[in-house]
C-alpha cells in the first residue's frame, strides 16, 4: 500500500478516509470555525486543516461527492482538481452550489472525495501531420447522443 504523509495544519482537522473497503476516494472533510452557508450560484473555498506530501509521480485529485451532487447539487467546478506532489500547503475544496437553495456546511462535513493517482510526464513531440485514424476528427456527439 502506497503511504502519503499528512499534517493536521488545523488541530480540528479530520484525517480523509475510506468508506468502505474498495472506495477508490477518501472522504475528505471540512475544517471549520463556524457554519458556512453557500448561497445559490455562489462559490466557497473549504479549508480541510490538512496538508499532504504525495510521492514523486503521484497527484490526490479532488472530486464531488455523489450523494451532495444528487440532492443538494453541490459540486466541485474544477473537478478533478488536482494537487501536485510539490504542494505543501493546506489542502482546499472549491464548492459550487448550483441548487436553488443555501447549503450549509459544518464542521466536519464530508466534502469531497480525494483519490490518489499515479501520473507519467510526457515529452511533447512536435510534427508537421498526425496520423491518421477511421474517426479522425470527429468529436462532440459525431457517433449521436
Do not use: W
Not at 109 to 123: C, F, K, L, P
Amino acid at each position: 500500500m502506497l503511504k502519503v504523509n499528512i499534517v493536521r495544519v488545523n488541530k480540528n482537522a479530520i484525517l480523509p478516509r475510506y468508506a468502505t473497503q474498495h472506495a477508490a476516494g477518501m472522504d475528505i472533510a471540512a475544517c471549520l470555525d463556524v457554519p458556512l452557508t453557500i448561497q445559490p450560484s455562489e462559490t466557497v473555498l473549504v479549508p480541510t486543516g490538512l496538508a499532504v506530501e504525495l510521492p514523486e509521480g503521484y497527484e490526490a485529485q479532488l472530486r464531488p461527492r455523489s450523494g451532495l451532487a444528487l440532492k443538494y447539487a453541490i459540486s466541485l467546478p474544477n473537478a478533478p482538481a488536482t494537487i501536485d506532489a510539490d504542494y505543501r500547503g493546506e489542502v482546499k475544496v472549491i464548492l459550487v452550489n448550483l441548487g436553488q437553495e443555501p447549503f450549509c456546511v459544518n464542521h466536519g462535513d464530508r466534502i469531497a472525495q480525494m483519490v490518489i493517482a499515479r501520473y507519467e510526464h510526457a515529452e511533447l513531440q512536435e510534427v508537421e501531420e498526425l496520423s491518421r485514424t477511421p474517426r479522425g476528427s470527429g468529436g462532440f456527439g459525431h457517433t449521436g447522443v
